[in-house]
């Protein structure tokens, strides 16, 4: 089914009623229970799914194989996230960013760029097991995690081939690395980017005007620099770093970052390594 023909039998439903806690796929709306039956058996598919069809927001997927796609990107995002904190890499501005000199050169910008002679997931890879040759910005990690779920998520030939020539710095901008940013109306879906704002950040402390982090299940989050903790633990990190006199507190954003799903699937043609069971009739 195409997309249109998918949007078009949701807006079928809408018609009928109520549209809060709708995952669809290829038209048909799930239950909690179809939806765990239909995805990968991964560390965190059941805290995705039931947050999916809890929060309110609409999830449309074109195909079963995207479905499941995206929910084992997420699962291996939070993964990836969990092992990244425990990594020892340090939160370094852009311009202190440093790196294995094995496998990455340090730019004038504060980016790690892949050397020639070295594999995409070789020099990946490295950051999650060598974590303490390794430091860089929050925003960098963003981008790190989300790649490295990318590979657990489609292994590590297809994985060299879509990002040859590997350049971590911005996540905004990265070949074949789609994003989207949307509204986010309650609750939060695990494997997320979201961002905790810190309005009247200190000059003397601009690195914590912000921060990017990863949803984990459980109301928890992981900050690159900050660590693992939940809504409030941010809050309160970030507020400490406020001009003084200041009188408001460092926020959630209410937006998320997501990798668009159906467009990896389009770059990556093939997703042979996701298990592909189908709906109980």
């Known amino acids: 089914m195409s997309i249109a023909s998918t949007v078009l039998a949701v807006i079928n439903i809408i018609e009928g009623g109520v549209i809060s806690h709708m995952l669809v796929i290829q038209g048909q709306r799930l239950t909690i229970s179809q939806a765990q039956q239909l995805a990968p058996a991964l560390n965190h598919s059941q805290e995705i799914i039931s947050s999916m069809v809890n929060n309110g927001e609409v999830y449309l997927f074109s195909s079963e194989l995207v479905f499941r796609l995206a929910v084992t990107l997420r699962s291996h995002i939070i993964d990836s ?8 890499a340090d939160f370094e501005t852009f311009y202190r960013t440093k790196g294995n000199p094995n496998y990455w050169e340090i730019t004038e910008m504060g980016g790690l760029q892949l050397k020639n002679n070295t594999q995409p997931s070789t020099g990946l890879q490295d950051i999650f097991n060598n974590g303490s040759t390794y430091g860089f910005e929050c925003a960098t990690a963003m981008e790190i995690v989300l790649l490295h779920g990318i590979l657990l998520s489609i292994g590590e030939e297809l994985f060299n081939t879509l990002y ?9 901008d990265v070949p074949n690395l789609p994003l989207t940013i949307e509204p986010v109306q309650q609750g939060d879906i695990p494997g997320d980017v979201r961002y905790f704002k810190n309005p009247q950040v200190s000059p003397n402390h601009m690195a914590f005007q912000g921060e990017n982090v990863i949803v984990l299940p459980n109301g928890r989050y992981y900050g690159h620099g900050v660590g693992i903790g939940d809504h409030d633990y941010f809050v309160t990190q970030l507020n400490k770093a406020r001009r003084p006199g200041a009188t408001i507190d460092a926020y959630l954003m209410p937006r998320a970052t997501r990798i668009v ?16 069971p189908t709906l109980p009739v």
């Open 81 to 88: 996230a969990l092992t990244l904190a425990k990594s020892g």
């Open 164 to 172: 040859a020539h590997l350049y971590l710095w911005d996540w905004q």
């Open 261 to 276: 799903v159906e467009r990896l699937a389009y770059l990556s043609q093939s997703f042979i390594q996701i298990p592909q």
